[in-house]
């Protein structure tokens, strides 16, 4: 039976450091690699979950309660957005998709949006997911306490091997290691 690994992304080149711990530390021949990238919401579109708002007047129409005439034949419709920002998520990802599958890896990329830690935990049980393997910057002290730290945060609620890579500010290495 092959071993799900989960390799949570940010899109920036430091979270792509952890690709050479895959490399080193599982077989392609027996280890399935599931790309997670959450994203934040779009802008200016509402989360899918939402509650209903009660007013008197529609989002996109003037209180006398017309259309303003601009858009009046033009809707966009929230699902375009949404289909939109993960259609060119998916596009931005690819290259990543592609180092893992010319690696051997059999690859799965899963797009959510919401709070980093929190999705990555939920996949992590949805997906019975094996074990984790995430770069971390590694802060200490105040700066952690601003920004907090995704990997800790993941680390406390998950049940599964969490592999942490601290990353380096500038790698001249290639994304994957030679295995062996």
């Known amino acids: 039976m092959a071993t799900t690994v989960l390799l ?3 899109g920036s080149p430091f979270s792509r450091q952890a690709f050479r711990a895959v490399g080193r ?6 280890a399935q690699i599931t790309l997670l990238y959450v994203a934040e919401a779009p802008e200016g579109v509402r989360d899918r979950t939402w509650t209903p708002l009660v007013s008197e007047v529609w989002p996109g129409m003037r209180p006398g309660g017309w259309r303003e005439e601009a858009n009046a034949d033009h809707p966009i419709y929230a699902t375009q957005v949404w289909d939109s ?7 931005a990802l690819d290259d990543d998709v592609r180092a893992l599958s010319d690696a051997g ?3 799965r990329l899963v797009i ?3 709070d980093p830690a929190q999705e990555i935990a939920d996949l ?3 997906d019975d997911i094996d074990a984790v393997v995430m770069a971390t910057h590694g802060r200490s ?5 601003i920004m ?12 599964v091997p969490v592999v942490m890579i601290r990353g380096r500010e500038v790698s001249n290495q290639p994304p994957l290691a030679p295995l062996g």
Do not use: C, Q, Y
């Not at 530390?25 to 027996?30: A, C, D, I, K, V």
């Not at 920002?85 to 596009?91: F, G, P, V, Y």
């Not at 002290?141 to 306490?145: D, E, V």
């Open 8 to 10: 949570p992304l940010d």
């Open 25 to 30: 530390l599982f077989s392609p021949e027996r």
């Open 85 to 91: 920002t993960k259609a060119d998520l998916i596009e």
């Open 105 to 107: 890896f059999a690859v």
């Open 112 to 114: 959510r949006f919401g």
């Open 124 to 126: 992590i049980e949805e």
């Open 141 to 145: 002290g105040l700066s952690r306490a």
């Open 148 to 159: 907090g730290s995704v990997a800790e945060r993941v680390l406390r609620m998950v049940h």
